[in-house]
C-alpha cells in the first residue's frame, strides 16, 4: 500500500484506516492488521501514536477470552462461554458487560474459578430475579472478590458465605459488615468448639457407638449437628480434629 494512512480506528471486530492518495483525495478502507503494520508507511510519531492506540484500545476476541480463561483461570469451554456469551437485554443489548464483570472480580482476590462459580450461581440469580444487568447491581465485582476472600482465608465457611450474600442483597452491604453485623465470623476457639462437641456426642449416643464400632461414615453426621449447633460457624479444620478426639 504505497497511499499515506493518516489515521485509524477499530470497529465490530475489524480495522478501518482513513488513507490519502499523492493527489491529496481521503478514503476509507478496512484492512487486516498485518496490512498497515508496514514500517514504511509510520514515518512519524503521530502516525505510530495513533496506530498504537487503536490497537492498545481492541478488545479481546472471543476465541481469545475462552483460551485465556482457561488456561489461567482453569474454566472449562461451557464456563467460560457462560462469562463471554453472556447478553442482557433489559435496555438494549449489553454484550461484554459480564467480561468486565468477572474480570475486576477476579482483579480483587485472584480466584477465577471461585469468581465464576458465585458468578454464574448467585448473582445472576439475583439478576434475573430483579431484571437488572450487571452493571446496575448494587452487588459490585469487588463484593464477590471480597467474599471469596472470606472464604479462602478460613473467615466464614461456603454455606455461611451463601447466607452472608442473602444478605449482602436485602441490606445492599459488603461481606466484613454483614459478617459483623450478623455475629458470621468462623470459630476456632478450642473452649467453645469443646462444648459443641460434647453436646453433640451426649444428645446421640446411639450414633456414638455405630462409630467407635467402625462406622466411619457417621462422622459427617456429627460435623452436621455441630454445624447447626453453631449456626455454621464452627471452623470444620479445627472441628474434625477434635471431634476424633472425643470420639476415641
Known amino acids: 500500500m504505497s497511499d499515506k494512512i493518516i489515521s485509524g480506528h477499530h470497529r465490530g471486530g475489524k480495522y478501518w484506516i482513513v488513507a490519502q492518495k499523492e493527489d491529496g483525495a481521503k478514503y476509507s478502507k478496512m484492512v487486516k492488521l498485518d496490512e498497515i503494520y508496514d514500517i514504511s508507511i509510520f514515518n ?5 501514536g495513533w ?12 476465541a481469545e477470552l475462552r483460551e ?3 488456561k489461567e483461570y482453569g474454566l472449562n469451554e461451557y464456563e467460560s462461554n457462560v462469562i463471554i456469551e453472556y447478553v442482557y437485554k433489559g435496555n438494549g443489548l449489553t454484550a461484554g458487560v459480564l467480561v468486565r464483570y468477572f474480570e475486576d472480580a477476579v482483579e480483587y482476590c485472584g480466584e477465577g474459578k471461585a469468581c465464576f462459580n458465585w458468578i454464574s450461581g448467585q ?11 450487571p452493571e446496575e447491581s448494587y452487588i459490585t465485582p469487588q463484593m464477590i472478590g471480597e467474599l471469596v476472600n472470606c472464604i479462602k482465608f478460613d473467615i466464614i ?15 445492599k452491604l459488603p461481606p466484613h459488615k454483614i459478617i459483623d453485623k450478623y455475629n458470621m465470623i468462623q470459630k476456632a476457639d478450642a473452649g467453645e468448639l469443646e462444648g459443641w462437641v460434647d453436646a453433640v456426642i451426649k444428645d446421640n449416643p446411639k450414633v456414638v457407638e455405630q462409630y467407635r464400632e467402625g462406622k466411619q ?13 453453631s449456626k455454621g460457624t464452627a471452623n470444620p479444620k479445627t472441628l474434625t480434629p477434635l471431634l476424633k478426639e472425643k470420639l476415641k
Open 44 to 48: 512519524g510519531p503521530e502516525a505510530t
Open 51 to 62: 496506530f498504537s492506540d487503536m490497537v492498545a484500545s481492541t478488545p479481546e476476541l472471543p
Open 68 to 70: 485465556r480463561y482457561q
Open 123 to 133: 448473582l445472576l440469580g439475583f439478576l434475573n430475579d430483579k431484571d437488572i444487568s
Open 157 to 171: 465457611t461456603n454455606n455461611t458465605a451463601k447466607k452472608v450474600f442473602e444478605k449482602m442483597i436485602s441490606d
Open 217 to 229: 461414615s457417621v462422622m459427617g453426621f456429627f460435623v452436621g449437628q455441630i454445624m447447626k449447633l
